[in-house]
């Protein structure tokens, strides 16, 4: 995404690998449903997106200032503040379990003085901090990586799903760059299909050898030694190391301690969250049921099939062989309070 003049300039991963299709977003409510409908995704880039989404608010209906205690007090004509809580609630509750968007609003609030021009600033230096942190994270992980490695992974952790070079596909990346990745296997990530869509998109445009797979053949491929490495993203990290990500990751981890393969999440600082002790204080965002029903909009199942269709699943703590952030990589046992 790009901040271009007056709106928001975003990429639309919906329509990805097919059609490469930039929204231009112009008011909050647009930035609140392309996160929603995933028109961006990834923990990282929904905080910068709603960062973005923060100052087209200020841009249409806030005063000149605001105290910046979060409180949004109204000026005297009655807008402004009325707008950016309007904002930070509406923005807050698009994506409940990715803890990067509430922290980026809450960032934003926290501002001395909420101007325009300051929420914009502050929000072009959230992407540009967060590209950073995914270059450290990459470095870091990549002393992690063996040589001639067989790494897994599952939905999308790269470019774009955050500001730049990914989290666990930066992992990837860096280690590629050294010459130590023999092999990617990208599961597809059901049922939105990330992984194959948009993860194998990434891989291809950097040459880095890769297998798309179903999220199934994951055990036999661990079973045949075909696996020397499982790396993950994360959408919200726990005070003692419980990670939400994407739905399929929980299965991943205890695959990989059965074959005694190293299971590694990579996500930068503002995915923790110390406030809450475990995994099981983590909201699971539900899913419409029409994502595992249709495909491309065709219907797959009989009409009235009931779904249960969670976005996220926790792995435990126990579980992840370490924890990767732009501070340092973290073993177990885990406390980031």
């Known amino acids: 995404m790009e901040w271009s003049s007056d709106h928001l300039r975003m990429l639309d991963q919906c329509l990805l690998p097919q059609r490469e299709v930039w929204l231009e977003l112009r ?8 996160i929603r409908d995933m028109a961006v995704r990834g923990a990282p880039a929904i905080g910068v997106a709603a960062a973005y989404g923060m100052a087209l608010a200020a841009m249409s209906g806030a005063p000149s200032s605001f105290a910046g205690d979060g409180s949004c007090p109204e000026n005297e004509e009655g807008i402004g503040g009325a707008a950016l809580s309007g904002a ?7 994506r409940p379990t990715a803890v990067n968007l509430v922290w980026a609003l809450d960032r934003i609030m926290a501002l001395p003085s909420l101007t325009f021009d300051a929420i914009l600033a502050e929000a072009q230096a959230i992407e540009r901090e967060d590209l950073a942190m995914n270059h450290k994270i990459g470095e870091l992980g990549s002393a992690l990586v063996p040589v001639a490695a067989q790494i897994l992974t599952i939905c999308n952790t790269g470019s774009l799903a955050t500001a730049g070079h990914g989290t666990a596909l930066g992992i990837i990346r860096t280690a590629h760059q050294q010459g130590k990745v ?3 296997w990208s599961c597809e990530t059901r049922p939105r299909q990330q992984g194959l869509r948009l993860t194998a998109w990434e891989l291809l445009q950097d040459g880095i050898p890769f297998h798309s797979i179903a999220d199934s053949v994951a055990a036999s491929l ?4 075909s696996v020397d490495l499982v790396v993950a993203g994360a959408d919200r990290i726990a005070a003692n190391g419980d990670t939400a990500n994407k739905i ?7 695959l990989a301690q059965h074959h005694g393969v190293p299971f590694v999440i990579a996500a930068p600082t503002t995915t923790i969250d110390a406030s809450i002790p475990d995994g ?3 909201p699971i965002e539900e899913r419409a049921g029409i994502e595992l029903t249709e495909a491309e909009g065709i219907a797959i199942a009989p009409t009235g099939t009931p779904v249960y269709n969670p976005g996220f699943d926790v792995t ?8 990767v ?6 073993r177990p046992p885990y406390s980031f309070r």
């Open 280 to 282: 099981s204080h983590i």
């Open 325 to 330: 952030t732009e501070t340092g990589v973290h």
């Open 182 to 184: 023999k092999h990617v």
């Open 27 to 34: 008011t909050w409510e647009e930035v609140r449903d392309a």
């Open 222 to 225: 661990m079973r045949a030694g």
């Open 248 to 254: 399929g990751t929980y299965m991943l981890a205890v």
């Open 88 to 94: 930070y609630n509406g923005l807050a509750a698009s």
């Open 316 to 323: 435990p703590g126990d579980l992840i062989s370490a924890i």
